[in-house]
């Protein structure tokens, strides 16, 4: 089994701030999540930006990624950002 890792940003809105959102993917998807950086308005108003850095079996990323992508959020990967 060999870990990889996968860079992406992800929009959470203001809806899903109650939801444990980021921990589904490690409990759910078995993935080891990094968060390298993050933008949340004071008292948790407006959306949330987060930096992830997922780590896991391409299968497992794969996997997250397409729970983030089912639950309509705006994910990003490292290919398309320029300069992270």
Same mark, same amino acid.
């Given at each position: ?47 949330? =930006? ?25 994910? =990003? ?6 300069? =992270?």
């Amino acid at each position: 089994m060999t870990n990889n890792s996968k860079r992406i940003r992800v929009r959470i809105p203001k809806e899903y701030h109650q939801e444990p959102v980021i921990s589904r993917l490690v409990s759910d998807y078995g993935v080891t999540v990094n968060i390298t950086a993050a933008i949340l308005g004071a008292n948790a108003v407006g959306d949330g =930006w987060f930096d992830l850095e997922l780590q896991g079996t391409n299968a497992q990323i794969e996997s997250a990624v397409t729970h983030l992508n089912d639950l309509a959020l705006q994910v =990003w990967d490292d290919t398309n950002t320029a300069n =992270w």
